[in-house]
């Protein structure tokens, strides 16, 4: 049986909609709890692909986190023995670290629903050419912002953050947006909300799920095309 290694970096950052469209097809999600100790493995082998997911931690906080360094090390080896990876906000920017870019903090914090602008780039890309047009408002939730990667291809951008989605060899895509969080998912984030109190950051959490329920079905009709798509690429 086909099966997927998951790293999940929060207590409530779990693989969402993309471990339920990959059950759909028979695929297995393996997840790893990183964040409350489990063991990150060495080596990449025995899973047909990885995926790291988000975290309300910093790709940089090493010191603090020192189980993203092995991430950081398994996303190396993925990329060397051309293993499929996808990396979601925190992992998109481990990716970053991994293959060469910088990670660093953004101007501000880009949490809600905001127009993901794609490049023409996008529009040539096997998992994003059907679905390259606006309007696309998945979730955002994060602090931080990445450089590409060298030899990575920018596939889109929002008016926050310059890189929101990037490809690399054609297997790797690192997404700076959550493509994988559906409507229970992100219910139970703002319920325990431990990335930092939203209503600091000027965020209603109400509000917020109520803006869920008008932006959330067609990305989520997008992310069942975009995942099957990935599938497709080592299936």
């Not at 997840?31 to 975290?55: F, K, M, Q």
Request: net charge negative; hydrophobic share 45%.
């Amino acid at each position: 049986m086909n099966s997927v290694l998951f790293i999940q970096n929060g207590e409530y950052e779990g693989p969402g909609l993309f471990a339920t469209v990959l059950a759909e097809c028979g695929v297995a999600v393996e997840t790893v709890h990183a964040w409350r100790g489990d063991a990150v493995p060495v080596s990449a082998e025995g899973w047909n692909a990885i995926a790291i997911g988000g975290g309300s931690m910093s790709a940089y906080q090493l010191i603090e986190f020192p189980f993203l360094e092995n991430e950081i090390r398994l996303l190396q080896q993925a990329r060397a023995k051309r293993l499929p990876a996808l990396g979601f906000c925190l992992g998109a920017q481990l990716m970053s670290a991994a293959y060469g870019g910088d990670v660093f903090p953004n101007r501000e914090k880009e949490i809600g629903f905001f127009d993901i602008r794609f490049t023409e780039a996008a529009g040539r890309d096997p998992l994003w050419r059907p679905n390259n047009t606006a309007p696309f408002r998945p979730v955002s939730w994060h602090g931080d912002a990445f450089t590409l990667p060298p030899g990575a291809i920018h596939l889109a951008s929002s008016a926050l953050t310059q890189n929101q989605l990037f490809s690399l060899d054609g297997i790797h895509y690192g997404l700076q947006f959550h493509l994988e969080i559906d409507r229970p998912l992100l219910a139970e984030m703002v319920a325990t909300d431990d990335a930092g109190g939203l209503p600091q950051h000027g965020i209603d959490p109400q509000q917020f799920l109520r803006d869920a329920e008008m932006a959330l079905p067609p990305v989520e009709a997008v992310a069942r095309e975009v995942f099957t798509r990935w599938m497709q690429l080592w299936r």
